[in-house]
């Protein structure tokens, strides 16, 4: 039998439309540019299988995600579709003909992995398509300053039989309007990409986008932002929320001085009023960083979260909630209009990426 909405503890909705209008926004801001989706952890937790179709539909032709396998299932999820599909994290040796086989574009992070793709180009007697990612500060992924020095000497020796699809290179610091590495990066992939044979670049992550056409080149990746998160948090969110979350209510109790409340003690009760616990947990994504953080709403009402998130449970107190709204199978709201994703990732000490990604499998899951 299907999984029965009623049986559900705990919800998780995606607004659809909202990650498709995200998608058109931050396309419209890229006057010049063409806008990617980067749909890797499964579209940051939502599902790729439903983002990604919707995406496409809206018009959305490049998508990138971080794995190989996450490679594959999306060339299954969107067959039949005219896609590029991107994978940041390259080739490992031995996987070459999966990326033939599944028309994935890799992106080559090293000398080495060109070394790689022109052997297999060679092997398949056709040049392959890749991008090469060039790094400009990040110190993570791509070729560094030896190895862009090399490639600038002699491209010939390094791409004969690829057929380059373009430069990529990642902001560190975008979500810091202000930092000085984002002009220091954009000043050193500048100069790589006119120093190199002339090819499509790509720079932008969702942030990026919003620092200036300068940053766009030919080709925008944002990811978080389509799902929700500001992408400017030195100002108002000009996204659309994306995801909601509501846990039920699975008991509520009376409580009074002296009590505690949950695992270690950890909240000591000093008034008489009343507990309901509700059915979401750490093992939900609900990071165990919010303990005594925050609140759940009842109908836009507060109820501050109290003790120590557990693995399948949380406790809100709800003394200053009526009585009608708190009984057992009601619903809280946990994300949502009363606290968006951003403000719970700075809750937990974390961000917007963390939450997201965190959600796992015990929701049900409700596409509008
Ligand atoms: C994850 C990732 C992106 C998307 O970044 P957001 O900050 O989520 O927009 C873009 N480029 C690379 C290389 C990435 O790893």
């Known amino acids: 039998m299907a999984f029965d909405g009623d049986r559900a503890n705990a919800r998780l909705t995606i607004d659809v439309a909202a990650v498709v ?3 058109s926004r931050l396309r419209d801001r890229c006057t010049h540019a063409d806008c990617a989706a980067v ?66 574009v890799p992106v080559l992070n090293h000398l080495g992995e060109l070394a790689l793709w022109r052997r297999y180009a060679s092997d398949v007697g056709d040049a392959q398509p890749a991008w090469v990612h060039l790094d400009t500060g990040m110190n993570r992924l791509g070729l560094g300053p030896d190895e862009q020095t090399r490639l600038i000497d002699d491209p010939a020796a390094h791409l004969t039989g690829i057929a380059l699809a373009g430069w990529l290179s990642h902001l560190a610091c975008a979500d810091e309007a202000d930092h000085p590495s984002n002009p220091l990066q954009l000043e050193r992939f500048r100069r790589l990409v006119s120093a190199l044979p002339s090819a499509p670049a790509s720079f932008a992550n969702s942030s990026g986008i ?38 039920r209510v699975l008991q509520v109790r009376s409580v009074d001085s002296p009590m505690t409340v949950g695992y270690g003690a950890g909240h000591a009760i000093v008034r008489r009023g009343r507990l309901a616990t509700l059915s979401v947990g750490y093992a939900d994504g609900y990071l165990r960083s919010l303990s005594g953080k925050g609140a759940a709403y009842f109908n836009g009402l507060a109820a501050p979260v109290v003790g120590r998130v557990s693995m399948d449970l949380i406790t809100v ?52």
């Not at 999306?74 to 086989?101: F, K």
């Not at 080149?217 to 659309?240: K, S």
């Open 21 to 23: 209008e995200n998608w």
């Open 39 to 104: 749909v890797k952890a499964d579209a940051y937790g939502l599902g790729a299988a439903v983002i990604a179709p919707a995406l496409a539909k809206a018009g959305c032709r490049r998508f990138f995600v971080a794995q190989l396998d996450e490679g594959i299932r999306l060339r299954a999820i969107l067959a039949g579709t005219d896609v590029s599909i991107m994978v940041l994290g390259g080739v490992l040796p031995g996987t070459e003909t999966l990326y033939g086989q599944h028309r994935l």
């Open 210 to 247: 919003f620092r200036g056409t300068d940053y766009h080149f030919d080709l925008a990746r944002p990811g978080v932002a389509l799902y929700g998160a500001n992408p400017t948090p030195e100002r108002h969110n000009p996204m659309l929320p994306a995801v909601r979350i509501d846990a």
């Open 317 to 368: 107190d709800v003394t200053d909630v009526p009585e009608p709204l708190v009984q057992t199978g009601a619903w809280a709201e946990l994300i949502g209009p009363h606290r968006t994703v951003d403000q719970v990732a700075a809750e937990a000490g974390t961000i917007g990426y963390e939450v997201l990604t965190s959600f796992g499998p015990r929701y049900l899951r409700v596409y509008v």
